[in-house]
């Protein structure tokens, strides 16, 4: 199987089994989409940065690897300093005190940020929509744990510690060339980091 085509299973994978799980559930007063909405962001907000991460590994980028932890780590090492200190209230009506900035969104948006800040908008878009995704499972699921300024707080802590850590990709392209003529032959090899 194609590396390249892994994740995209690995993330059919989870989708069903969170499919499943929501499909089980007392729907009480809430609508089976809602559940199947929070299930989905529980979901992505692990697959968007593990598959950060995977794709520096099967880049065998292994500086982006490292660049990617770091993101990563700042990113939820912030995200809790913010949710102990600033001790927003949930908006849901629950007596807890960590809502500002949102740990899933935080979590996909820095996933998503890294794979378009490494490798591109060609790939980052995709990964863009699935983090804004997540954003609104956060929102929009049946307990509504967070509102916009926690999810606009999270996507921003996310996108901002990956905007430190990390450099775009550069593609080395390996280009030979041959030229013949009568009296001459001339062979030239040139590599581009471009």
């Known amino acids: ?3 390249r085509v892994l994740p995209f299973f690995v993330f059919l994978y989870f989708l069903g ?3 499943a799980h929501s499909q089980d559930g007392n729907a009480g007063t809430h609508e089976r989409w809602e559940y199947v ?7 992505l907000q692990i697959a968007l940065p593990l598959s950060a991460g995977l794709a520096t590994i099967f880049q065998k980028d292994y500086e ?4 990617m932890a770091f993101s990563y780590a700042s990113t939820m090492a912030i995200t809790y300093a913010l949710k102990y200190t600033t001790k927003r209230q949930r908006p849901e009506g629950r007596n807890t005190y960590d809502s500002f900035p949102s740990g899933h969104t935080s979590s996909a948006f820095s996933g998503a940020s890294f794979i378009q800040r490494r490798y591109g908008w060609k790939y980052g878009k995709y990964a863009y ?3 804004a995704l997540v954003g609104v499972s956060r929102m929009e699921g049946p307990d509504g744990y967070h509102d916009i300024w926690d999810v606009l707080g999270g ?3 996310g996108i901002g510690s990956t905007y430190i850590f990390t450099k775009p990709y550069k593609y080395q392209k390996i280009e030979v060339g041959f030229s013949a003529r009568k009296d001459m032959k001339l062979l030239s090899v040139r590599w581009n980091l471009n």
């Open 17 to 19: 089994v969170t499919f």
């Open 1 to 3: 199987m194609n590396r």
């Open 64 to 67: 982006g690897t490292k660049q």
């Open 37 to 43: 909405l929070e299930d989905t962001g529980d979901v």
């Open 155 to 157: 996507a921003a802590v």
């Open 129 to 131: 929509i699935l983090a």
